[in-house]
């Protein structure tokens, strides 16, 4: 199913990449590997635009990489999720092409250098090229004008929503001009309007940041101006391949033909809705694979819920294309094909990949069951339509597609809200336009104003723990200040530091900051007691509060660090660093970090694992770990450049950013990771290490817990305490205790299944006397009881050996409170013969629709299904209406 042969394909979407960063980098750019597509940024959930790495460095807060940049940038937008693959260039995940100059090249050079490229690199043709610019921006109109020369009528001023970038209400900002490409110059350069999506396509955006936005509203220009810019890779090959849409090139058409093939259908041949399934399919192939290697596993919250979305929708939409069977595997392994040369990530992270992808279509497939359940329920309550509500929750929560909600109405006589269900959509696309629809440079809060006024601390915490120094910034219960006094909650920066600021999984040091410099003759009592150090991009923040006295900007204090809690950290990160090396070598030599946390008390180490680890493997590691311990292994701390800290073995964490310079922790042939934490000197220092849990934190994640150095003999305490009062309840030796539970464990089995055996004689002994009240309706019996007293379970049994007592045609509707005291507690359970399920009346749906009378809810098979619900008093009209509802539907029978 090849795409149309006459089509011309001037350029594949690699050599668009590999030209782009070619032309600059011959211009004295400097070349940066993508970003992970989890930012570093909090206040963004994902990478959504390519400047976005490069965020710190326009705010001043950070030096830039090179004074010029150039990057191919991954990235990921879900707000417009609606109209991928209905529209010719929506998409959620796409590549954005980038040229920066910090404070280097400006207005002038960016524009020569994006026509040239556009006009010789990629050979469009000028005539059908135009501009936009700000309609203030003279200087960008005379550059378009008059040094390349383009046609004045085919440069188009727009207004401040179009044309002026800024970060925020304050902040860095700028005029910009895009470049837009003619699909049809026969039409004339007069009247010219680019929101004409059929004529024109937007391609290259140019931002010029030259002012900044004070809070009145007021443009300064600044020192230091900047280029920012973005050029759609997707479309660049749009239009060099000449294809109708951005789905239709070489970037995401290859996938739209493995989905193709599996359906059994071929693409050009298929109406508009089909072809929309398999645009969907394709773009979203691409996002899963990408957001799983970069470490987002699905869930409920978050990243992990874009990804859980994107998920659902790929596996919706090859439902509607009649693909029944599991697939997202094979889309997995063709997004890794089509994309591994550009990201070679892929390929290492393969097999955690497809692992999460087939676990998730698993869980979703028994999901999408549970949503098909649902909506039985819905229509056994009989409604006059199905509500809006309704629709939108079998979409978004179960990922029921709304035209398969709607043909199951139809076929029950009935339609569905779809203004309801719009409704619902909408305020759910607002709230993720909310959230995701921009980049906000502005800082945040009384802390982020301080910090961004300040240069990095320096830190001197690797080779010092107690040293004077000076308070540059105070922020007092929550505002700026220049003073704090004694009961104040303050947040302190001081120029220098002993205090480890939390960062890559360690916490942050305590101590407390002493009045003077802690010389002989000066008054050196604690004024604050420090409770936590964080990092506020490169600024070390002191937290705690003021005991006694006061303090002021420019006060000069001896910072002193619990050499304690130190003592405590450095063996945890240590000990985390053996933990993953014995990891590598006892599970799998792929293991990858998904987390990490050093805390003074204990450790957490969360890493990729389809699977639990044995006991057996769990005291391998744990044995491998204490013997690296015992081999008293001088640490090797180094500083190098990048890549030859990589050439020589050292362990990354997947997806974070690094510097030109890093720091290497080297075991001697034991472990070498880049790391910026504080470790012991030597591995004797942890004394012992102990695994206190092993467990599964969400799909394809394990959490390893664990205790070493310091903090294992107040943990072996404890646990000794526990066995001490265990061995004198059970009146036994700590070796018996096992052998004491286990018999009383056995015991206790024995009197249940006794218990429910007397109860299910009850049960049967009542029932027994039911069935003489059953009703004749025809070739049908009827029975609808209540039965109080009875557990589920039995009152289960109960129904159906009176459903086979009283034959296939039999009706059986029990109810009952399982404690007649209680009235919060209702059972209900069908029973129904096979020619009652014959007769078209299913066990499942109609007892979840009685159930809702009494608040509840709930299901099964055709022929057997249990219900509960929360309102008592309601019990007898519900089991009224049962009855009512059966013997109308089988009256005739």
Not at 754 to 763: C, I, K, P, S
């Amino acid at each position: 199913m090849a795409a149309d042969p006459t089509r011309p394909r001037p350029r594949s979407g690699a050599e668009i990449r590999e030209a782009f960063l070619a032309f600059y980098g011959q211009r004295g750019h400097r070349l940066m590997a993508s970003a992970s597509l989890v930012p570093e940024d909090p206040t963004v959930l994902l990478t959504i635009a390519g400047m976005l790495p490069f965020k710190p460095v326009f705010l001043g807060q950070a030096a830039p990489p090179a004074p010029r940049a150039t990057s191919s940038q991954k990235c990921i937008r879900t707000n417009d999720i609606e109209n991928v693959g209905r529209t010719a260039r929506h998409h959620t995940f796409f590549e954005m092409l980038g040229n920066f100059s910090f404070g280097d090249y400006f207005k002038e050079q960016a524009i020569r250098w994006a026509w040239e490229l556009t006009t010789e690199v990629f050979g469009l043709d000028p005539a059908r090229l135009v501009v936009s610019v700000f309609r203030e921006d003279d200087e960008a109109a005379a550059l378009w004008r008059d040094v390349v020369g383009v046609n004045p009528k085919r440069i188009i001023r727009l207004d401040e929503a179009d044309n002026f970038w800024a970060s925020g209400p304050t902040g860095p900002c700028g005029p910009c001009s895009e470049l837009y490409y003619d699909f049809h110059p026969e039409r004339g350069d007069d009247g010219i309007d680019l929101e004409d999506d059929g004529r024109f396509i937007e391609f290259y955006n140019l931002v010029f940041m030259q002012y900044n936005r004070d809070a009145a509203g007021a443009l300064t220009p600044l020192a230091r101006r900047s280029i920012d810019t973005g050029m759609g890779l997707e479309r660049m090959a749009q239009i060099l391949q000449g294809v109708p849409n951005n789905y239709e090139t070489d970037l995401i058409y290859p996938l739209i033909e493995v989905a193709a093939a599996m359906a059994g259908v071929e693409y050009h041949a298929l109406d508009t809705r089909g072809r929309t399934s398999l645009k969907v399919i394709g773009d979203h192939s691409r996002a899963i694979t990408q957001l799983i290697a970069d470490g987002v596993t699905a869930s409920n919250l978050g990243r992990g819920y874009v990804l859980r979305r994107l998920l659902r929708r790929v596996v919706r939409h090859g439902r509607l294309l009649g693909i029944d069977r599991p697939f997202l595997a094979a889309m997995g392994e063709a997004a890794i094909a089509l994309m591994a040369a550009a990201y070679p990530q892929l390929l290492e992270r393969r097999e955690l990949i497809l692992a999460e992808l087939v676990r998730e279509e698993d869980r979703f497939l028994e999901t999408l069951e549970r949503g098909e359940k649902l909506l039985a329920e819905v229509l056994a309550g009989r409604p006059d339509r199905i509500s809006g509500e309704a629709a939108f929750e079998l979409y978004d929560t179960y990922g029921f597609p709304l035209e398969l909600t709607e043909e199951i109405a139809e076929e029950h006589g009935l339609t569905v809200d779809l203004e309801g269900f719009e409704a619902a959509m909408e305020r759910q696309r607002q709230r993720a336009k909310a959230a995701a629809v921009s980049i906000d440079l502005t800082l945040q809060g009384a802390i982020d104003q301080v910090a961004g006024t300040l240069e990095p601390t320096h830190f001197r915490g690797y080779e010092a723990l107690d040293q004077a120094a000076c308070v540059l910034a105070l922020v007092v219960n929550g505002d700026p200040a220049t003073a704090a006094a004694a009961g104040d909650a303050v947040q302190i920066v001081l120029d220098t530091t002993p205090f480890y600021g939390e960062s890559g999984g360690q916490v942050g040091d305590r101590g407390v900051l002493l009045a003077g410099d802690g010389g002989a003759g000066v008054d050196a009592g604690v004024i604050v007691r420090i409770e936590s150090v964080s990092r506020n991009r490169s600024v070390f923040v002191h937290s705690g509060r003021l005991e006694r006295g006061s303090l002021a900007v420019g006060q000069v204090v001896q910072a002193r660090v619990d050499r304690s809690c130190r003592r405590r950290a450095q063996a945890h990160h240590t000990a985390t660093h053996l933990l993953q090396a014995a990891l590598k070598q006892v599970v799998d030599d792929g293991i990858a970090q998904a987390g990490s946390l050093v805390d003074f008390d204990r450790l957490r180490f969360d890493f990729h694992c389809p699977r639990a680890l044995t006991p057996e493997e769990v005291e391998r590691i744990e044995d491998l770990v204490n013997g690296w311990i015992a081999e008293a292994h001088p640490l090797e701390v180094a500083e190098m450049e990048l890549e030859r800290a990589r050439a020589a073995g050292a362990v990354a964490m997947f997806g974070q950013k690094y510097g030109d310079v890093v720091r290497v922790v080297d075991v001697p042939g034991v472990s070498m990771e880049l790391c910026g934490g504080t470790h012991v000197a030597n591995t004797a220092e942890i004394g012992l290490f102990r695994i206190v849990a092993e467990t599964g934190v969400a799909a394809g994640i394990r959490r390893i817990e664990a205790v070493a150095g310091p903090a294992l003999l107040p943990y072996l305490r404890e646990r000794d305490r526990v066995v001490r009062e265990l061995a004198d309840r059970f009146k036994a030796q700590p070796a018996e205790i096992l052998e004491r539970v286990a018999a009383q464990a056995e015991e206790l089995r024995g009197t249940v299944k006794e218990l429910a055996a007397a109860r299910g004689a009850l049960a049967a002994a009542k029932a027994s006397v039911l069935a003489e009240r059953a009703e004749a309706l025809g070739s049908h019996q009827l029975l609808v009881q209540r039965l109080d007293g009875v557990d589920g379970a039995g009152l289960q049994e109960a129904a159906l050996r009176l459903q086979q007592q009283l034959g296939e045609g039999a009706a059986v509707v029990l109810g009952g409170l399982p404690d007649p005291a209680e009235l919060g507690k209702v059972m209900l359970v069908a029973a129904f013969g096979s020619a009652v399920v014959a007769a078209g009346v299913k066990a499942g749906p109609f007892i979840g629709g009685i159930a809702r009378l009494c608040g509840g809810g709930g299901g099964g098979r055709p022929q057997l299904a249990q219900a509960g619900g929360r309102d008592g008093a309601a019990l007898d009209g519900a089991l009224a209406e049962a009855r009512g509802l059966l013997a109308a539907q089988l009256g005739g029978g």
